[in-house]
């Protein structure tokens, strides 16, 4: 168990419809992390926020977008969902701050979206 | 953009042979990661390494890096089955942001 917790764990719903993932972080873990796994796409990273703010965008689509609450916890929306949106979503969570030389990141148990 | 490659994609060995993976990066780092996942489950933290010659072990798994040739192994040593899953690096370039993943090897150890 890596301490990031995601939920739900399954979701299924229908092309155009929006949903909702959330995320909490490790204790202490500032950063948060959204990434995308398909089968035919790999993992692909979509967003990262830290402290509260975005700081990295990877491969998100405009439908799609995050925050990060003053709690720390997460939450990736999703929305005008297509077939192609089917996948699983993992949030990752890692410590990083001044003086941290690297970025170990710590993954929670994912989300699998369905969309029909 | 950073590219990383892994290889092979598919790796299917039998109980007690040994094997390297391995992932070739395509800028300037001396950070790089392993995570294992099992089919349908979640990315496990194998090994942080952190500077040109690094190696570290954990059971069977060995994993080094060369930031010179931009290179780094998992080398599996006498595999069991149990070790059978798909096994990721991962880059990142600064500290604190994005990783970039490789495409992983999909690991079948054969009784």
């Known amino acids: 168990d890596s301490g990031v917790t995601q939920t739900p764990k399954h979701l299924i719903t229908a092309t155009g419809q929006r949903v909702t993932l959330r995320c909490s972080p490790r204790?202490?873990?500032?950063?948060v992390y959204w990434y995308q796994q398909s089968l035919d796409q790999g993992l692909q990273f979509l967003i990262q926020y830290y402290n509260g703010e975005e700081r990295a965008k990877g491969n998100i689509l405009e439908r799609f977008s995050a925050q990060q609450f003053p709690d720390l916890h997460s939450e990736l929306n999703l929305s005008s969902l297509e077939l192609g949106d089917s996948a699983l979503y993992f949030c990752?969570?890692?410590?990083?701050?001044?003086?941290?030389?690297?970025?170990?990141?710590?993954f929670g148990p994912g989300t699998r979206l369905t969309v029909l | 953009e950073l590219k990383v490659e892994q290889n092979p994609l598919f790796l299917s060995m039998q109980e007690g042979k040994n094997y390297t993976i391995y992932c070739n990066y395509s800028?300037?780092?001396?950070?790089l990661y392993w995570y294992r996942q099992d089919p349908g489950k979640s990315l496990e933290s194998l090994f942080v390494?952190?500077?040109?010659?690094a190696v570290k072990q954990e059971g069977r798994l060995m994993a080094s890096l060369d930031t010179k040739a931009r290179l780094s192994t998992l080398h599996i040593t006498a595999a069991v089955h149990d070790l059978s899953a798909t096994y990721f690096c991962?880059?990142?370039?600064?500290?604190?942001?994005?990783?970039?993943f490789g495409t992983g090897t999909s690991l079948t150890v054969i009784p």
């Open positions: 204790s202490g873990d500032l950063s």
């Open positions: 390494l952190l500077s040109n010659g």
């Open positions: 991962a880059v990142d370039i600064n500290t604190g942001n994005q990783f970039y």
């Open positions: 990752a969570s890692s410590v990083v701050g001044i003086g941290q030389t690297y970025n170990e990141q710590f």
């Open positions: 800028t300037t780092s001396d950070r």
